[in-house]
């Protein structure tokens, strides 16, 4: 009968303004055979830091955002990063009117 060991470590973590960044670690062993190791990086973040306000190039906007143009306010529908040209009332893909 074999029998399996598992760990997992969370090596540590950074913090920037808008996400944490965690630094993990599985181990499984099982006896008489080999050990594994996977790590991998989880991150979590806030959102954008303002999604409200006044839409603007160059800004990275999540499904969900509220922004104004031109005095009338617009729910994001994808993520996307604005590109003149890409202004809320041209393209409906990416932008609805609330």
């Not at 996400?19 to 996977?38: L, Q, W």
């Amino acid at each position: 009968m074999a029998y399996i060991k598992a760990k997992l470590q969370a090596a540590g973590y950074t913090v920037s303004e808008q996400t944490c960044t965690y630094t993990i670690t599985v181990t499984v062993t099982v006896t008489g055979s080999a050990t594994h190791t996977i790590g991998f990086s989880l991150v979590v973040g806030n959102g954008n830091p303002d999604p409200g306000g006044t839409w603007t190039p160059g800004t990275t906007y999540r499904a969900g955002d509220l922004v104004t143009y031109n005095g009338i306010t617009y729910r994001c529908v994808q993520r996307h990063t604005a590109q003149v040209g890409w202004e809320p009332p041209i393209v409906p893909a990416l932008w609805e009117p609330v």
